[in-house]
Structure formats: structure tokens, C-alpha cells
């Protein structure tokens, strides 16, 4: 009879497509880890994976296996979640994504907030790129997500936390500067600092300013970033301008949004935060919980779209 054990070593191995990998992530040894693998699949009569293939893939039969591994996995992770939500309080551990471009405005809103409000909730958060989030919740290794929405994705769904207008962050004595408010067809790709790719407010800026990539600022520098704060910097010494998000641009000082920063007139450039999650999630008192915390402390202005006239962005670029 397979173990628990046994069965989370196959989706680990599954998961990073290597036994040394795998058996990091499990904190075991690998030797441990591929004679428990091979213990199990002798048991079954089924040889899981083909060890010849690099990276490490799982063969026909092994596909169902790991299929039902992970049913079997999930329905476990039930039990023993409803064996300790004894009480009214949420309880138990929670495991979010968020991404990067949120998680420095978003993570200092409610995490204080919640650690105290819900002592008995052992909540994890890391910080992730939207694929790597839709990757996780699908494969049952986080509970939630906050990232752009929406996202169209089977299987999850999708709870509207709060709509972020874009402001343009200009370089001084930029043209952009001149205007009190911008309109769409004001920019331009030349001189737009972008995210490095895989970052979805990437994809929102370049549907938005109709751009196919960025143009150089400086013909003879080429530059990526993962870090809204280091395109700002960028800009603040130098040329061009970028697209910022509300909670960061509030953030800045009075003086230097005045001088620097840009709104833009109505439908003004928005993206849709959201929780995202699994529609069978079974941790649903903690998933309210955290929706609700989030939603107490986000600044009053960002919740409805119709009336203050936004424009959700799309989240992926036109092909």
C-alpha cells in the first residue's frame, strides 16, 4: 500500500523533473528518496518514471499514477485540514503567491493585521510571477494567489480585491510634463522603461502605450528589470518615463509626484487585483478571512470600477 510519503515524492520528482531536486524540496537524501520511489513502483508493477530521459519524465502509466497521486494527496490535505478546524476561528496553515509587482504595497496593507487578528493561521507567502502562481495553485502547492486578473483560467476563481489606476513616472523636463493629464496616444515607445518579460504588468503597459517592445532610451544600453523600484530609479536620474501603479505612487513624496508624475484622463489605465484560488478550495474560512483583512485596508477609492470610469488592462499581450 503506498504511503503519503511515497506519494509526495512522486509528485516532487514530477514537479522538478529531478531526483536531487526533489529530494531538496522533501529534505531527504536522494539515495532515501529513489528507494522509497522504487519500492513503490515495484509494489505497483509500474516503473513511474524514465530515469533515461533528461530531465527526469514520467512515462504513460506513470502519468495516471501521478494523476491519481495527487487526487489522493489532495483529499488527504482535507482531512487533516478538517481534523484541526475545530471552533469558529480560522486555523491551519495557508500558503500564498503574490507577485512581485505587488507584494511590496500589497504584503505591509494586511500582514500585521492578520497575523494578530488570526494567531492560529500559520500563513506562508511567496513571491512569485503570475505563471509560476497559476503553476502552483493548479499542482495544490500554494491555497491562493494575489495577482493581475482576470485571467481566464479553468479551475480557479477569481475574488476582485481592488482596481489599481497606472500613473506615467516622467524624467525631469520630459514633454509628458507639459500636459496636466495624458491621454492614450500621448506615448510613445521610445524612451518606455519596461519589466523584464513574464511580468504581467509588462504585458499591461505595452497593450496600453500599443508598443511591441521597448524602444532604448540609450541606443548603446540594453536593460532588464524584475524591480518596479529600479526602473523608478532609472527614470528619476535619467531619461524617458515608465508606467507606475497607484500604491507605489503614493508612496512617493508629495514633492516629487507633483513634479514627476502624470494621471491619465478617464478610462484611466487600471488593473484588477484579485484572490486567486482552486474552485474546490476546502480552506475557505481562511481564504475569507484573508479576502476580507485585505479588503479593510486598502485605501478607500480603488474599489469601484464603473464609476470612477477605469480601464482594466489585459494581462496578455495581442499576438
Known sequence: MPTITQLEYLVAVDRTRHFGRAAKECHVSQPALSAQIQKLEEE????????????VLPTPEGERILELARSVLREHAKLVHLSQAEGD??????????IPTLAPYVLPLFV?????????????????????????LREDRIDAGILATPLGEK???????????????CSVGHPLLKKKKLREDDLEPHGLWLLQDGHCLRNQVINFCSANTQTQTYDNVHFESGNLETLRYLVHNGEGYTLLPH?????LPKREREKVVRPFIRPVPTREVSLVFRRDLFKSR?????????????????????SANLQVLDIETAA
Open 247 to 251: 500604491l507605489m505612487v503614493i508612496q
Open 112 to 136: 500585521d493585521g492578520f497575523a494578530k487578528s488570526y494567531p492560529a493561521v500559520d500563513l506562508h507567502i511567496d513571491e512569485l510571477k503570475t505563471e509560476e502562481i497559476i503553476l502552483a
Open 89 to 98: 476561528e480560522p486555523t491551519g496553515e495557508f500558503k500564498l503567491g503574490i
Open 286 to 306: 481562511i481564504q475569507r478571512a484573508l479576502f476580507d483583512c485585505i479588503r479593510e485596508r486598502v485605501p478607500e477609492g480603488l474599489f469601484d470600477k464603473e
Open 44 to 55: 505497483l508493477g509500474v516503473i513511474v518514471f524514465d530515469r533515461k530521459k533528461k530531465p
Open 155 to 169: 479551475g480557479l476563481r477569481e475574488r476582485t480585491l481592488f482596481y489599481e489606476p497606472f500613473y506615467a513616472y
